[in-house]
């Protein structure tokens, strides 16, 4: 995170400091005193925050954003709790897939591939080999969470012994941190359910035009029942974005060009031979070559977690290729990420061609929580994010739908 400017630090010294001595003079203490207390004041007190800071960062702990009324995030503040939210998430705070921010409005995002191929020495070689650059120019989508916040319900609870005295006064600040915490966490996993699945309702209507058949340039019975029945959307899932998407020409959206791998019903007894079908078609350039093969990743629904740890419970099955070391899952070597995809569905390719893009801070972004216009007396908080997801080299990716 950006830190505070030293220009920034003296200006809020001198503002907290001259607040302080004003506050002194109004009692009867001389000019000099009551400066030279308000700046003491304020230095220590701009170090026991900084130094708080500093120790919940050391530590690992999220630093707590304290509340007094009404309060409004921005800029690096807004970024850092945004972050925050972003990170709770398992996609993107175990770095599973290639996180881009700091797209504002659209952006160009790259990934480059390339292949080498020996040859006889000459004195005029002929080029071999290939580079290729795939490029896509991305637009993330502007959404938000918004509900209103009623601090009536805690008036006649414990909470009110920490709200100010008057009647007037409703506002407790462990409430709001409460409320925003539990906030953040459900917000940030349901970004999560966007990014993997779902789609749009024009791409819901394009596919269900479709005439599903077995060939790769066609799209299976299962997968047109998956985009029939996905949760409709702001973006296309990044298993939708694989099913029918634009990835070979930009702005004509076809079949996708994935590796189609026929699935059916995922269970604990089935599903070794169903990952068996997934990784004997992963590409064997990303499995064998030592610079790739560390990315090289199945993407499975949640529920297999459970389905596998199962399947090692048996013991005939005790020397099977699922290998668990504390919450760490892989197959023949390859890495299993655990992710919301629908049931009875896997993804399995290069992990770090899976991009997720997003903004942290725009211009108009924040987080605010604050009062209603009167005469409400309820509170609303908002917040503001940007998300889209692409999948460079599709025709490397292996898809499985059930």
């Given at each position: 995170?950006?830190k505070?400017?030293?220009?920034?630090?003296?200006?809020?010294i001198?503002?907290?400091?001259?607040?302080?001595?004003?506050?002194?003079?109004?009692?009867?203490?001389?000019?000099i005193?009551?400066?030279?207390?308000?700046?003491a004041?304020?230095?220590?007190?701009?170090?026991?925050?900084?130094?708080a800071?500093?120790?919940?960062?050391?530590s690992?702990?999220?630093?707590?954003?304290?509340?007094?009324?009404?309060?409004?995030?921005?800029?690096?503040?807004?970024?850092?709790?945004l972050?925050?939210?972003?990170?709770?998430?398992?996609?993107?705070?175990?770095?599973?897939?290639?996180?881009?921010?700091?797209?504002?409005?659209?952006?160009?995002?790259?990934?480059?591939?390339?292949?080498?191929?020996?040859?006889?020495?000459?004195?005029?070689?002929?080029?071999?080999?290939?580079?290729?650059?795939?490029?896509r120019?991305?637009?993330?989508?502007?959404?938000?969470?918004?509900?209103?916040?009623?601090?009536e319900?805690?008036?006649?609870?414990?909470g009110?012994?920490?709200?100010?005295?008057?009647?007037?006064?409703?506002?407790?600040?462990?409430?709001?941190?409460?409320?925003?915490?539990?906030?953040?966490?459900?917000?940030?996993?349901?970004?999560?359910?966007?990014f993997?699945?779902?789609?749009?309702a024009?791409?819901?209507?394009?596919?269900?035009?479709?005439?599903?058949?077995?060939?790769?340039?066609?799209?299976?019975?299962?997968?047109?029942?998956?985009?029939?029945?996905?949760?409709?959307?702001?973006?296309?899932?990044?298993?939708?974005?694989?099913?029918?998407?634009?990835?070979?020409?930009?702005?004509?959206?076809?079949?996708?060009?994935?590796?189609?791998?026929?699935?059916?019903?995922?269970?604990?007894?089935?599903?070794?031979?169903?990952?068996?079908?997934?990784?004997?078609?992963?590409?064997?350039?990303?499995?064998?070559?030592p610079?790739?093969?560390?990315?090289?990743?199945?993407?499975?629904?949640?529920?297999?977690?459970?389905?596998?740890?199962?399947?090692?419970?048996t013991?005939?099955?005790?020397?099977?290729?699922?290998?668990?070391?504390?919450?760490?899952f892989?197959?023949?070597?390859?890495?299993?990420?655990?992710?919301?995809?629908?049931?009875?569905?896997?993804?399995?390719?290069?992990?770090?061609?899976?991009?997720?893009?997003?903004?942290?801070?725009?211009?108009?972004?924040?987080v605010?929580?604050?009062?209603?216009?009167?005469?409400?007396k309820?509170?609303?908080?908002?917040?503001?994010?940007?998300?889209?997801?692409?999948?460079?080299?599709?025709?490397?990716?292996?898809?499985?739908?059930?």
């Amino acid at each position: 995170m950006k830190k505070i400017s030293l220009i920034t630090s003296i200006a809020l010294i001198a503002v907290t400091g001259l607040a302080v001595a004003t506050g002194l003079h109004a009692f009867g203490m001389s000019t000099i005193n009551s400066i030279m207390l308000g700046l003491a004041f304020s230095v220590v007190s701009t170090f026991i925050n900084a130094e708080a800071r500093r120790t919940a960062k050391l530590s690992g702990a999220a630093y707590v954003l304290a509340f007094n009324g009404p309060t409004t995030f921005t800029d690096e503040v807004y970024q850092d709790l945004l972050t925050e939210i972003i990170y709770m998430n398992k996609t993107v705070g175990q770095g599973m897939i290639r996180f881009f921010d700091q797209i504002k409005g659209s952006g160009r995002i790259r990934a480059l591939s390339a292949t080498v191929t020996g040859q006889a020495y000459s004195n005029a070689p002929t080029a071999s080999g290939s580079t290729t650059l795939q490029e896509r120019l991305i637009t993330p989508v502007k959404r938000e969470f918004y509900d209103t916040i009623d601090y009536e319900t805690i008036r006649n609870t414990a909470g009110s012994l920490e709200i100010p005295d008057g009647a007037a006064n409703i506002v407790q600040d462990k409430f709001t941190q409460a409320i925003l915490g539990l906030v953040a966490g459900k917000a940030s996993r349901a970004v999560e359910t966007d990014f993997w699945n779902g789609a749009t309702a024009a791409t819901q209507t394009a596919v269900a035009a479709l005439t599903a058949g077995t060939a790769q340039n066609q799209v299976s019975t299962a997968e047109k029942a998956y985009v029939a029945a996905a949760p409709t959307s702001y973006v296309d899932g990044v298993l939708t974005k694989l099913i029918y998407s634009d990835a070979t020409t930009p702005g004509t959206f076809a079949v996708g060009a994935r590796i189609k791998v026929a699935g059916t019903t995922l269970s604990a007894t089935n599903i070794k031979d169903e990952v068996d079908k997934v990784y004997a078609q992963m590409d064997d350039a990303l499995l064998n070559n030592p610079e790739m093969s560390q990315y090289a990743t199945i993407f499975m629904p949640m529920n297999c977690k459970k389905f596998i740890r199962l399947y090692n419970k048996t013991a005939a099955n005790f020397r099977d290729m699922f290998e668990i070391e504390g919450d760490n899952f892989s197959y023949c070597g390859v890495a299993i990420q655990f992710v919301p995809l629908p049931s009875n569905s896997m993804i399995a390719g290069n992990a770090m061609d899976f991009v997720w893009a997003t903004d942290l801070v725009a211009d108009l972004e924040n987080v605010v929580v604050d009062k209603l216009p009167a005469p409400a007396k309820n509170f609303y908080y908002d917040l503001i994010f940007t998300m889209e997801n692409w999948i460079f080299y599709q025709s490397t990716k292996v898809v499985y739908v059930g």
